[in-house]
């Protein structure tokens, strides 16, 4: 089977990936907000509808649209699973979030590309070596440990808590495979083509689940997180979707674990000036060590790849 090779432009794709860091750290929270007063669908189809509108009206000015010609050469069934993983991720992220935190949303879906990065060894034809075991030994001791402190916060609503858990993770795994399907889909598409069918697909997908007159009632703060929600996702994905064209997706899925730093330090200070909207989510010492334990195994399973893959 013919595999989607790297330009090699790797300073290129480590500053997507870290552009793609930013934007996903404060997702979470952005969401957070979104949630008080909308409910999941209307907001993931908000999401998916202004970031393929914007997307097609960039690339019909610049006369780049996707031909039939190249749309017939891509694999319906990788496709498929590319648009099937993405909503699903999507909505399930959304409600995870709902049901716990952002920090324990942003901490458990690192689950997501360590899969990604561990099945791109697999399928791309590298090896794992004794550093990566070593990398899940630290990952999984470091959820435990953030899991274990979120519990003690979060006593009176334990069942609720392992409910989103639960989703959230479900969401890691459909998220792997997208991002799996989506670096096949660029054999045929260049990534904003590809995004583009992506996004128009899963707004058509979630669209009579939506309820757009619900937009019209949103409070001032909530409007501003659901607009920077949807532009999150149009920047962030578009960056990801580049970083994989230039640098290899084990790297990739290496630096975007950083994206729980980012989400518990905005969630330590965005309290003290919105707490109508985002309540504290305190931490302890176990839950920060195991939050960083989680980041940290995570990009030693992705960069601990063979350099002696297979092409």
């Not at 839950?287 to 790849?305: D, E, R, T």
């Amino acid at each position: 089977m013919l595999l989607h090779q790297v330009s090699g432009r790797s300073r290129l794709g480590l500053a997507l990936s870290l552009l793609t860091v930013l934007l996903w750290g404060f997702l979470a929270i952005a969401l957070k907000i979104v949630l008080q007063e909308l409910d999941p669908f209307t907001v993931t189809w908000f999401r998916f509808t202004v970031s393929g509108v914007v997307l097609g009206a960039y690339l019909a000015i610049r006369q780049q649209l996707p031909t039939w010609q190249q749309l017939q050469k891509v694999s319906l069934p990788v496709f498929l699973v590319a648009v099937g993983g993405l909503s699903l991720n999507y909505i399930l992220f959304l409600i995870g979030v709902g049901k716990t935190s952002a920090n324990n949303a942003q901490v458990i879906t690192q689950i997501a590309p360590v899969m990604m990065g561990m099945a791109s060894l697999v399928i791309f034809k590298e090896k794992y070596n004794y550093k990566q075991w070593g990398g899940v030994a630290i990952l999984i001791c470091g959820l435990l440990m953030f899991s274990h402190d979120q519990v003690r916060s979060l006593v009176t609503s334990f069942d609720t808590y392992m409910w989103g858990n639960i989703l959230l993770i479900i969401g890691a795994i459909v998220w792997a495979f997208y991002g799996l399907a989506q670096k096949q889909l660029l054999l045929n598409l260049p990534s904003t083509s590809v995004l583009l069918c992506l996004y128009l697909s899963a707004a058509t997908l979630f669209a009579p689940m939506a309820h757009p007159d619900r937009l019209l009632t949103l409070s001032a703060l909530p409007m501003i997180a659901l607009i920077f929600c949807a532009f999150n996702t149009l920047i962030a994905y578009g960056a990801f979707a580049a970083a994989l064209e230039h640098w290899e997706a084990s790297r990739v899925s290496a630096v975007i674990t950083l994206a729980p730093l980012v989400t518990l330090a905005a969630s330590a200070i965005l309290p003290n000036f919105v707490p109508q909207f985002l309540p504290p989510s305190p931490l302890s010492w176990l839950g920060y060590l195991g939050a960083i334990a989680v980041v940290f195994g995570s990009m030693v399973i992705s960069l601990g790849a063979s350099r002696k893959s297979k092409p």
